[in-house]
């Protein structure tokens, strides 16, 4: 950590997110979002309020799977506090990033 001058540890996470999400109070520099696409939407609700200013939320298989997360990205395209991108890397990611 000492040679990327980290000033905090990397806090990594295994378990129900949706059931996290909901209890933390904490916020995050990222967040990576590789769930049942059909939760999506569901996560939607506690994304944006987890995720620090200027910090990016990761989604994956967006354009393998295009169809089943339509709504969802209707849903992220709705918030004007975000900056979306999608890239073309395996299934391909959409990177979020919250507006400071």
């Known amino acids: 950590m000492q040679t990327f001058d980290l000033k905090t540890p990397i806090d990594f996470w295994i378990g129900d997110a949706l059931q996290f999400l909901q209890q933390t109070m904490q916020c ?17 609700q506690y994304l944006p309020q987890h995720v620090k200013p200027r910090g990016m939320i990761v989604i994956d298989r967006v354009i393998s799977h295009a169809r089943e997360v339509s709504e969802f990205i209707s849903a992220i395209k709705s918030d004007t506090n975000f900056v979306m991108s999608h890239l073309a890397i395996g299934t391909g990611l959409c990177v979020l990033v919250k507006q400071a």
């Open 28 to 44: 995050f520099d990222v967040i990576i979002l590789d769930a049942e696409r059909s939760e999506y939407l569901s996560y939607w």
